[in-house]
């Protein structure tokens, strides 16, 4: 229900009666937020009484939203540009395996070690990846 003006002057909102405009309409609005309990203005007020109308629209939600928001983009900005991927170290691993292999500085034995170690990380590459190194 609105506000009514009566013919005494005086505001009727639902059942109650108010002297002043402001008071019902203040009433009416918090009424309409879900309080029952009317604005008390004493006589002797040196300040105006100012009821502020509710918004549909809350800041609670700017402060989940925005952090919430600026994470989303960190994260997506350092997926793109991440570290390599498992697969990619494991194969410039296995790269620098042979590299070392072909060092003519390695004697013989060395070098058949390394050769069984290289073999063995491409083994191992194959069995978890399913594909050549």
């Given at each position: ?10 505001y009727?909102?639902d ?9 019902a ?16 203005v ?63 500085a390695q ?10 170690s290289?073999?063995?990380m ?9 594909v050549?190194?």
């Amino acid at each position: 229900m609105a506000v009514v003006k009566l013919a005494d002057g005086t505001y009727r909102v639902d059942d109650r009666i108010f002297p002043d405009a402001d008071e019902a309409i203040a009433y009416d609005g918090l009424r309409n937020a879900g309080t029952e309990s009317p604005v008390e203005v004493p006589e002797d007020s040196p300040q105006p009484v100012v009821v502020a109308a509710r918004s549909g629209f809350s800041l609670w939600w700017l402060v989940l939203i925005i952090p919430a928001g600026l994470f989303l983009l960190v994260f997506a900005i350092g997926a793109l540009s991440g570290p390599p991927s498992e697969r990619q170290i494991e194969r410039l691993a296995i790269e620098l395996c042979w590299k070392e292999h072909s060092s003519k500085a390695q004697d013989p034995g060395t070098q058949q070690f390394i050769a069984g170690s290289c073999k063995m990380m491409e083994s191992e590459f194959r069995a978890k990846y399913g594909v050549d190194p």
